[in-house]
């Protein structure tokens, strides 16, 4: 090789690496302080966690002892309680257009509720897991376990994908989601780490390690919002507390 070829190969493979690094943005940890906890039924394998109107809404898992319920902020108390058949695992949980839909494993259903928790109608999960699920208001975002969230619409078919990746890899085991100004915060199954994420890239644009929370018997799974006060709350399967987290460095 000659010496002008060498140093024309040399310049196309720095461009091709300078691309190829602009292509994704590379994602900051951010901190993260506990503001507040609160009690948490230990017993409850939470696979969906939610706010609205004053209360918690929860999906809880296992066979033999689903549940979807009503909780209260304040002492953990369980208000409402509707058990699903014996044989349906519940996972993701998710409040849109004024019903709640919920998620099972791999029974394939997703049950539709009113806001009183009237069951409505039961769906087919398009998808071959039902992981995660949450709303922007106007579609509905599912996780299936691996590095992809479908975008589903009222009928709950398919209309489009999104490529979940940090640093430019793929992020596998998205599990409980939550839509939180305007970006979704997705829970890794068996992490201690919540990633941040563009739905109009599928970029993780932050992420934050929650590893000094006090753990329960299980994994972190679980995040609720408030948009009025913007509270966050965590909370895991099988743990005793909801911890109130305040986070810096994100708008």
Same mark, same amino acid.
């Given at each position: 090789?000659?010496?002008?070829?060498?140093?024309?190969?040399?310049?196309?493979?720095?461009?091709?690496?300078?691309?190829?690094?602009?292509?994704?943005?590379? /994602?900051?940890?951010?901190?993260?302080?506990?503001?507040?906890?609160?009690?948490?039924?230990?017993?409850?394998?939470?696979?969906?966690?939610?706010? #609205?109107?004053?209360?918690?809404?929860?999906?809880?898992?296992?066979?033999?002892?689903? #549940?979807?319920?009503?909780?209260?902020?304040?002492?953990?108390?369980?208000?409402?309680?509707?058990?699903?058949?014996?044989?349906?695992?519940?996972?993701?949980? /998710?409040?849109?257009?004024?019903?709640?839909?919920?998620?099972?494993?791999?029974?394939?259903?997703?049950?539709?509720? #009113?806001?009183?928790?009237?069951?409505?109608?039961?769906?087919?999960?398009?998808?071959?897991?039902?992981?995660?699920?949450?709303?922007?208001?106007?579609?509905?975002?599912?996780?299936?376990?691996? #590095?992809?969230?479908?975008?589903?619409?009222?009928?709950?078919?398919?209309?489009?994908?999104?490529?979940?990746?940090?640093?430019? /890899?793929?992020?596998?085991?998205?599990?409980?989601?939550?839509?939180?100004?305007?970006?979704?915060?997705?829970?890794?199954?068996?992490?201690?780490?919540?990633?941040?994420?563009?739905?109009?890239?599928?970029?993780?644009?932050?992420?934050?390690?929650?590893?000094?929370?006090?753990?329960?018997?299980?994994?972190?799974?679980?995040?609720?919002?408030?948009?009025?006060?913007?509270?966050?709350?965590?909370?895991?399967?099988?743990?005793?507390?909801?911890?109130?987290?305040?986070?810096?460095?994100?708008?």
């Amino acid at each position: 090789m000659t010496p002008s070829l060498f140093i024309l190969c040399l310049t196309l493979w720095c461009q091709v690496c300078i691309a190829r690094s602009q292509q994704f943005h590379h /994602a900051p940890k951010l901190t993260s302080t506990i503001i507040s906890n609160l009690p948490h039924d230990e017993r409850a394998f939470t696979q969906g966690f939610l706010y #609205s109107e004053g209360v918690f809404y929860e999906s809880t898992g296992l066979y033999s002892s689903s #549940s979807f319920r009503k909780v209260r902020v304040a002492d953990g108390v369980v208000l409402e309680i509707k058990p699903l058949p014996r044989s349906d695992f519940g996972e993701g949980l /998710a409040l849109h257009k004024d019903s709640f839909y919920q998620l099972t494993w791999r029974e394939k259903k997703i049950y539709s509720y #009113s806001k009183n928790m009237t069951l409505q109608r039961t769906f087919t999960n398009p998808l071959r897991e039902g992981w995660g699920l949450t709303s922007n208001g106007t579609q509905l975002f599912l996780s299936d376990g691996s #590095s992809t969230i479908s975008i589903l619409n009222d009928n709950l078919e398919v209309l489009s994908q999104i490529q979940v990746t940090k640093n430019g /890899a793929p992020v596998p085991r998205l599990n409980e989601l939550e839509f939180i100004d305007g970006n979704i915060w997705a829970n890794i199954w068996y992490s201690d780490e919540i990633v941040i994420i563009d739905p109009q890239t599928g970029q993780v644009k932050f992420f934050l390690e929650l590893s000094h929370l006090p753990r329960g018997s299980d994994v972190l799974n679980g995040i609720a919002y408030d948009p009025d006060t913007k509270r966050i709350w965590v909370t895991g399967k099988l743990w005793p507390q909801i911890f109130q987290i305040q986070v810096e460095g994100i708008n």
